[in-house]
C-alpha cells in the first residue's frame, strides 16, 4: 500500500507541474521499468543485441537489465524524497559499474532501500 500511495503522490504532482514530456527531469528521475522486445536495444555487457524479451530499468540516464531477484516483502518501506534520492545516486553508481554503501542511524530503512 504504502509504494501505491507514492506512485499515487508523484504522479498527481506530474499532472500539478504539467509535465508533458518524457524528457522532463520530473519524468526521468521516476523509476520506470519497460519490456523491450528482441533485438530492439544493444546490451552493454556484450554489446549485442538483445536476444530475447528483457525488462530495463531507468531513472534519470541509468539503465540496468531487471535480474528478477526475489526481494522479499518490500511493500512495508515507506518511500520518502530520501529513499528516491538513494534509487537515483545507487542506479546511477551501478550503471558506472560502481557499487554504494548506504549509511546512517540503525532502522532507518538503508537495508530495504536497498533491496
Not at 7 to 17: F, G, H, P
Not at 26 to 55: I, S
Request: hydrophobic fraction near 35%.
Amino acid at each position: 500500500v504504502t509504494i501505491d500511495v507514492h506512485a499515487r503522490d508523484e504522479v498527481t504532482q506530474l499532472v500539478k507541474d504539467k509535465v508533458a514530456s518524457p524528457e522532463d527531469f520530473a519524468w526521468l528521475k521516476q523509476l520506470r521499468y519497460y519490456w523491450q522486445d528482441e533485438e530492439t536495444f544493444k546490451r552493454a555487457d556484450t554489446g549485442n543485441l538483445n536476444p530475447k524479451m528483457e525488462c530495463k530499468v531507468c531513472i534519470v540516464n541509468s539503465t540496468l537489465l531487471y535480474g528478477f531477484e526475489y526481494l522479499g516483502n518490500t511493500a512495508r518501506l515507506v518511500i520518502t524524497p530520501l529513499t528516491d534520492k538513494c534509487y537515483r545516486t545507487l542506479m546511477g553508481a551501478f550503471a558506472l559499474f560502481y557499487g554504494g554503501a548506504p549509511e546512517g542511524p540503525a532502522g532507518t530503512g538503508k537495508t530495504e532501500s536497498t533491496k
